[in-house]
């Protein structure tokens, strides 16, 4: 199995960065294929805003978030992490470190299988 744990999330205004963590472990944390990092807005879906692939260099965005957020993973650390920054009172969310096993599409939020229990973030005006 895999367990995601993520942390960093928080207030801030608008303009202001964050940067979020997850920590990676259990039995299969080698085996993870695809990562990424999907929000939340309660009443609304799931939106993935980034992934990579582990065994790979490029990382993925959506639309909402290119050129402001960035998705990068330290192996050593089994750590994966999101830089956010421009942040805007849209990107407020509840934003959750998701992984599988498996080939999967990385800016799909019905992709992953694995799921932290997620970090809220909150962009003020």
């Known amino acids: 199995q895999v367990q995601l744990v993520e942390s960093g999330g928080g207030s801030v205004q608008a303009g202001g960065s964050l940067r979020l963590s997850c920590t990676v472990s259990g039995t299969y944390t080698y085996r993870t294929y695809c990562m990424g990092w999907v929000r939340q807005v309660p009443g609304k879906e799931r939106e993935a805003v980034a992934g990579l692939y582990t065994g790979g260099a490029s990382t993925y965005y959506a639309d909402s978030v290119k050129g402001r957020f960035t998705i990068s993973r330290d192996k050593s650390k089994n750590t994966l992490y999101l830089q956010m920054n421009s942040l805007q009172p849209e990107d407020t969310a509840m934003y959750y470190c998701?992984?599988?096993?498996?080939?999967?599409?990385?800016?799909?939020?019905?992709?992953?299988?694995?799921w932290g229990q997620g970090t809220q973030v909150t962009v003020s005006s």
């Open positions: 998701a992984a599988d096993l498996s080939p999967c599409a990385v800016l799909s939020a019905t992709a992953y299988d694995y």
